[in-house]
Structure formats: structure tokens, C-alpha cells
């Protein structure tokens, strides 16, 4: 299972008394206390410094000096305002792009959409670019496991061959493509490939500014997404498998749609977690077992119900000292489009496939961001 944790658009600035590095800062203290053994590592996906300038950079790696787990970069277009990204690289965890990298068996691939434009949100990958991103998937083809994506916008943002782009993900078995640039929450499922986008750390204007992380989880081929408000309570769960329906692409595989045996996996983050039980609706709780080898994985088999009609999975966690938490997911064994809506036509990897509010997950659907509905930052 691949886990990593999203710190969404630092937008780092003297503007707002450096917001972001307030936030940033508490982030690192709960990465480093709960999420040291349990996640792979931490992403940044651009606009980490608002005018991409040395003392913004200065600022961000004091920062994430103390933190533990390994952190990936990318650039945005605020990162690009001084017209090159030499400053950029001075960050920690900025690495020369695009990156390939095998993580727990996965290709993930890291692009930089930004320098081959003019500036602004004119994001191109660039001949180059797109020449190495055709090999990678190409060679995907031979993992085990599908490839993940990491870039700073949709496909649909791109200024040049956003369609062929898509396409490319959709047509490649991309299992998730992970963004930022949006300002707010929102997943995709356009049929073929799961995109995410976490809202802005410092300029966010959704959910009365509340700022936080999301955290993904990539369970063999099945993809879960969770946003997690900065200071809120522990334990936190997330089931991993199966898929709930607005995530689900593979008509034919166990974890997108139910089979005999059901086999539930979740992963609880905290301290001191003792007990964790999954149950399909109203059925009695069936106790989970901890994954030997997979730290903070739990997992049950349960009986799948006989129906073709959707039906919920929940998972309760609890810890030494009674806190508890709690996670649900929708199956639906029909596979049919949660918004009963006909996208065929759409063009994949842009938000004409988002999906509709899930605000236990923390996406509300609301679009308030400089791109779409939100100020002009």
C-alpha cells in the first residue's frame, strides 16, 4: 500500500504574515507524531513560495528541517514568478524534474508544468517532457502495480495538448493523479483515472478557511482520499479496500466492486490504537486484525451481502484512552455513475468529472479557488 500525506498550495508570503508557515509548521509536528511509521512520505504540489523568492524559500526549509519523513516537490506557477526555477531547487525536497521513482513497488512520476510555459498558469510539460512521460507509462506497463501521477494542475489546465494528455492517463492505467493549484477540495473519476485535488494551506476559502491535509492511500489497485482538518481529533481512519463507488473504475477487480469473500482493509493513524471493527449496514461489528508487515493496516473479511443494490461499509477505531473514530465507505455492485450522470463525452482529466459533495470526506464542492469561483489571489 502506498500512503503519502498532501500539504496543499504553501503560497508562502509576508502578505498574509507567512499563513503558511504557521500552518506548515503544525503539520510537521502531527506528521512527525502520527504519521511517522505509516506514511510513505510527504508531497508538495506547487505554489510552495507565493513569489518563488529566496527568503519565502529560507523560510519553508527551516521548517521542514525537523521533519522526518521524506517530502517530493514540485513547482507551481507562484514558484515560476521570478521566470526560472533556480530558486525553486533550493528547497528542500526539490529535485530536478520530471522524477521517476519506485516507491513500495509503484512508479510514481513527478512533472513540472510550469517552466516550459511563459509564466502564470500557462502550463505546458514541454516536447522533452512529454517524450519521457510517453516511455514511463510505456514501461508501466510492466509493474506489478499501476503508476501514479504528480503534477500541478488537471490535464485540463493544460495550455497544449490537455486532451491528448488525458488520454494518454486514461489509456496508460494511471490509477491516480494527484494536484494542487485548485485552492479547494475535489476528486475526478473520469472512467479511467482518480484525480485529487487538496485545498491551499494559507489561502483557502472554503469551509470558513479551515486549513489541513489530505492523505491517499493506494491499496493495490484501489484508490481512497481523505481530508484531515489541521488540529482535529485522533485516531483517524480511512478504509483502503474496497473503493467506495465515486472512486471505483475496474468493473473487474475486488477492490472496485464486492466479492465472496469480502476482504475489508482500512488504515488507522494514532497512538495506542486497540481495537477496530468493520460491519456492512446494520450487521453486528466484526473485529479486524492488524496486517503483519503493514504498520497501521487492519483487515476483516466480511460476508457480502447478496444484492445488487449499494451498501455501506464502516469502520470504527479506538484507542487506549476511548477516542474513537470512524469511516464509511459506498459500494455499489452495479458500478453504476454515482451522479447518474452520462460523461462519455467529457474530456478526460477535467472537472466535468467531479465528483459530487462528499463533505465526510471532506470534499464540498464549493470551487472557491482563483481558477473557478473564489478571489483573484
Request: net charge negative.
Amino acid at each position: 500500500m502506498l500512503t503519502w500525506l498532501h500539504v496543499g498550495d504553501l503560497h508562502v508570503s509576508h502578505e498574509d504574515h507567512y499563513q503558511g508557515i504557521e500552518r506548515l509548521r503544525e503539520i510537521v509536528a502531527e506528521a512527525n507524531r502520527f504519521f511517522a511509521d505509516t506514511v510513505d512520505f510527504v508531497f508538495l504540489p506547487g505554489d510552495n513560495a507565493n513569489n518563488g523568492t529566496p527568503l519565502q524559500y529560507d523560510k519553508i526549509n527551516d521548517t521542514l528541517s525537523g521533519l522526518t519523513l521524506p517530502v517530493f516537490a514540485i513547482p507551481g506557477d507562484h514558484d515560476f514568478e521570478p521566470g526560472s526555477l533556480v530558486d525553486f531547487y533550493t528547497m528542500h525536497g526539490a529535485t530536478p524534474l520530471p522524477m521517476a521513482m519506485m516507491i513500495d513497488g509503484r512508479r510514481c512520476l513527478f512533472l513540472d508544468i510550469v517552466s516550459a510555459g511563459s509564466g502564470g498558469p500557462d502550463f505546458r510539460l514541454g516536447a522533452a517532457q512529454n517524450r519521457w512521460l510517453v516511455d514511463q507509462l510505456k514501461a508501466a506497463q510492466q509493474d506489478a502495480q499501476k503508476p501514479v501521477v504528480f503534477m500541478h494542475g488537471y490535464p485540463g489546465d493544460l495550455r497544449q495538448d490537455s486532451h491528448a494528455v488525458g488520454r494518454l492517463f486514461a489509456d496508460a492505467g494511471v490509477a491516480m493523479v494527484d494536484t494542487g493549484h485548485t485552492h479547494y477540495n475535489e476528486l475526478l473519476n473520469d472512467g479511467a483515472v482518480i484525480y485529487a485535488s487538496t485545498r491551499s494551506t494559507a489561502q483557502v476559502e472554503e469551509d470558513a478557511g479551515q486549513a489541513g491535509y489530505s492523505i491517499a492511500c493506494l491499496d493495490g489497485d484501489a484508490v481512497s482520499w481523505h481530508f484531515k482538518p489541521l488540529g482535529s481529533a485522533w485516531p483517524f481512519v480511512m478504509i483502503t479496500s474496497p473503493a467506495d463507488h465515486r472512486l471505483a473504475t475496474e468493473k473487474g477487480s475486488a477492490r472496485h466492486t464486492p466479492a465472496e469473500p469480502l476482504r475489508v482493509r482500512a488504515k488507522v493513524f494514532g497512538e495506542h490504537v486497540q481495537r477496530v471493527t468493520a460491519r456492512i449496514d446494520d450487521d453486528l461489528p466484526v473485529a479486524m486484525s492488524p496486517v503483519h508487515g503493514e504498520p497501521g493496516v487492519w483487515s476483516a473479511i466480511l460476508v457480502a451481502p447478496e444484492t445488487t443494490t449499494p451498501f455501506r461499509i464502516h469502520v470504527d477505531a479506538r484507542d487506549a484512552d476511548g477516542n474513537a473514530a470512524k469511516d464509511q465507505v459506498t459500494v455499489d455492485p452495479r458500478m453504476a455513475d454515482p451522479d447518474g450522470k452520462d460523461r462519455s463525452d467529457a474530456q478526460p482529466g477535467t472537472d466535468a468529472h467531479a465528483v459530487r459533495p462528499w463533505p465526510e470526506h471532506g470534499v464540498l464542492g464549493t470551487q472557491l479557488g482563483p481558477n473557478k469561483y473564489g478571489k483573484k489571489w
